[in-house]
């Protein structure tokens, strides 16, 4: 027999059920029924609370956009140069995922099961990252270089690559390979070996040098 609880109350358990659920075996591999046993109720007083499993799934997605993060802290308090902003994003990112790795299982699981409501919120949390990176690489590269869009655009997918696979060996593994490291040296190695990569680790031009400042809003803070 199921706990007697408030509206409220079983709304966020069924909640909390399907979130693990969708994290491990995405959209396509839970049914209402599944997800009912695990919260110990019938389908008919789950549908009491959301009208379809779509319904449900967007519940799910919606709460977890309430954890997006603010990048305000990581770029008020570095010392004003691309590598170090990107750094400190870095670090706040990957706790986000630390401190919820379903984000990242949910991420992956969107991208399999091609579901546009989470492949829409999902990109959106890698675009402060790529706004940034666009940002920055438009005020450092030449304006006549040859394929200067394609170079920005691949520079910004080769970040969130390097940062995405990371966190699949750390969490998402039987094994968390990089146990030794911690959260902040991750960052730090990332953006060390990305900006090597790109030819900019010698760049340490200030946020006012480079224009920095007027950083738009929707890179340091959740959209």
Not at 17 to 25: N, P
Not at 81 to 101: A, C, K, Q, Y
């Amino acid at each position: 027999m199921s706990t007697r609880l408030s509206g409220p109350e079983r709304r966020q358990s069924i909640l909390k059920e399907s979130q693990r659920l969708f994290a491990e075996k995405g959209f396509h591999g839970v049914s209402i029924d599944e997800i009912a046993r695990a919260v110990d109720v019938s389908p008919a007083i789950l549908y009491r609370h959301f009208s379809s499993k779509q319904a449900l799934y967007d519940a799910v997605l919606l709460e977890l956009s309430s954890q997006r993060e603010s990048y305000v802290d990581a770029v008020v308090n570095s010392d004003a140069n691309f590598e170090e902003v990107l750094i400190g994003m870095t670090e706040v990112f990957i706790r986000s995922i630390d401190t919820n790795p379903n984000l990242l299982r949910i991420e992956m699981q969107s991208l399999l099961d091609g579901n546009p409501a989470t492949s829409e919120f999902f990109e959106n949390r890698w675009k402060s990252f790529s706004d940034y990176i666009n940002f920055s690489m438009n005020e450092r590269l030449s304006y006549d270089l040859a394929n200067r869009e394609i170079t920005i655009l691949s520079a910004s997918l080769m970040f969130q690559g390097m940062v995405r696979e990371a966190l699949l060996q750390k969490y998402l593994q039987p094994q968390d390979r990089l146990v030794d490291i911690s959260l902040e040296e991750l960052s730090r190695e990332l953006v060390t070996l990305f900006l090597r990569a790109i030819g900019l680790q010698q760049t340490q031009l200030s946020q006012k040098e480079t224009g920095d400042s007027a950083l738009p809003e929707t890179i340091i803070s959740p959209s």
